[in-house]
């Protein structure tokens, strides 16, 4: 196997914008309509991700998954996933403000006898406009039934969630339960666990664009009640730990026992290979890369993703004066591949928990033995 490079999947909600074009320089998109999100690396029932390089080029990744199994994915995650590719990467342009929403948990999912997991998700804001914004948590205080008085009088946004002015380059991270929906003008890089579950308490024209059947908006909104986390923190973005990667720039933006997202920067080329037994993704924010194993070359651009078959060594060699910026997401071990790696650098604890973010969606606390409260308003 070698480095699959993929066609993304195209979501045109009401939100979108030209961004993919202006900003990231995507080629092969429609250029005459707004787009909402392209789905980097996605096998989510029919949208699926396409090869377009090498001997596997037009294979779905389903079909990658039936064909390869655990030699695409890994023996560790096969061991705890099976058939189910657990990550989704994507990309969003937020011309226009997100719906207010929020997403269950796996047991929450469950429970309601939905077809997906749960999702938890993280976002990079790949640029934010002047003035471009994000609503990510609750305001402090919020209860179940002061939630439910300010969706009965219309007040979805401002009168339950937080507004935080948003910056290129900065991480949140999204648990379930968390409300949240990113406001106009930012591109942003969303991993997360690969499901679509999601509860909106205001759909800004999703029903009206018959994504969201009308019929659906009531219990949406009686389940983002039931199934919220209320709860308040001092800081919505993640802190970054950056260390050195044999001469490239390694930096951990967020992490939680789904996924790890890092951002790593070269100007040289350099060599990967991952000595867990699991695959890797590359998405390419800046610059532009030649990726050569199991005897196949490929060059990516900034918008564009790579998947890394397991146990498969890589040589990344930027092109150009640029260097390339790329974000990695893998299936973590959270104590060996976050913990322990970053303790072994010196780096504090604290400052290990908060990839995580505050409050009882952090998988690092429990891990780091701290509690479950440690990062939350003080």
């Known amino acids: 196997m070698y480095p699959l490079k993929f066609k993304p999947y195209l979501k045109f909600y009401p939100y979108g914008g030209r961004r993919f074009v202006e900003v990231l320089g995507i080629d092969n998109i429609?250029?005459?309509?707004?787009?909402?999100e392209t789905w980097e690396i996605a096998d989510h029932g029919e949208e699926q991700s396409?090869?377009?390089?090498?001997?596997?080029?037009g294979s779905t990744l389903r079909q990658l998954m039936m064909q390869f199994k655990s030699e695409l994915v890994g023996d560790e995650v096969w061991a705890r996933y099976g058939d189910y590719f657990p990550l989704l990467l994507k990309f969003l342009d937020c011309d226009k403000r997100l719906p207010a929403h929020m997403h269950p948990n796996d047991a929450n999912?469950?429970?309601?006898?939905?077809?997906d997991t749960g999702k938890t998700e993280a976002?990079?804001?790949?640029?934010a406009d002047e003035g471009a914004a994000a609503y990510t948590g609750t305001l402090p205080g919020m209860t179940p039934e002061k939630f439910r008085e300010a969706i009965d009088r219309n007040?979805?946004?401002?009168?339950v969630m937080?507004?935080?002015?948003?910056?290129?380059d900065e991480t949140y991270f999204v648990p379930p339960g968390r409300l949240h929906g990113l406001d106009a003008g930012n591109l942003a890089f969303e991993i997360q666990q690969n499901s679509d579950a999601g509860f909106g308490w205001d759909w800004a024209g999703f029903v009206e664009a018959g994504v969201i059947p009308r019929e659906d908006v009531e219990p949406h909104k009686k389940n983002a009640i039931e199934c919220a986390l209320y709860e308040d923190g001092p800081l919505e973005q993640t802190k970054y730990v950056t260390i050195d990667e044999r001469g490239t720039e390694r930096t951990f933006c967020a992490a939680c026992r789904y996924f790890v997202l890092e951002r790593w920067t070269s100007s040289t080329r350099f060599a990967f290979e991952d000595g867990a037994a699991r695959f890797n993704t590359w998405t390419l924010i800046g610059g532009s890369a030649k990726f050569s194993s199991g005897g196949e070359t490929v060059v990516a651009k900034k918008g564009e993703s790579l998947l890394l078959p397991a146990q498969i060594?890589?040589?990344?060699?930027?092109?150009?004066?640029?260097?390339?910026?790329?974000l990695r997401c893998y299936v973590p071990d959270l104590e060996l591949d976050v913990i322990e790696e970053l303790r072994s650098r010196d780096i504090g604890e604290e400052q290990i928990a908060w990839l995580g973010s505050y409050g009882a969606g952090n998988d690092l606390l429990p891990l780091l033995g701290l509690p479950q409260d440690a990062l939350n308003a003080r």
């Open 162 to 168: 937080k507004k935080v002015q948003t910056t290129t």
């Open 123 to 127: 976002w990079y804001i790949v640029k």
């Open 50 to 57: 396409v090869v377009v390089n090498g001997p596997l080029a």
């Open 313 to 326: 060594a890589m040589q990344i060699e930027p092109q150009g004066d640029e260097p390339v910026v790329m």
């Open 155 to 159: 007040d979805a946004y401002d009168g």
């Open 109 to 115: 999912a469950e429970r309601l006898g939905m077809n």
């Open 30 to 36: 429609p250029r005459d309509r707004d787009i909402a």
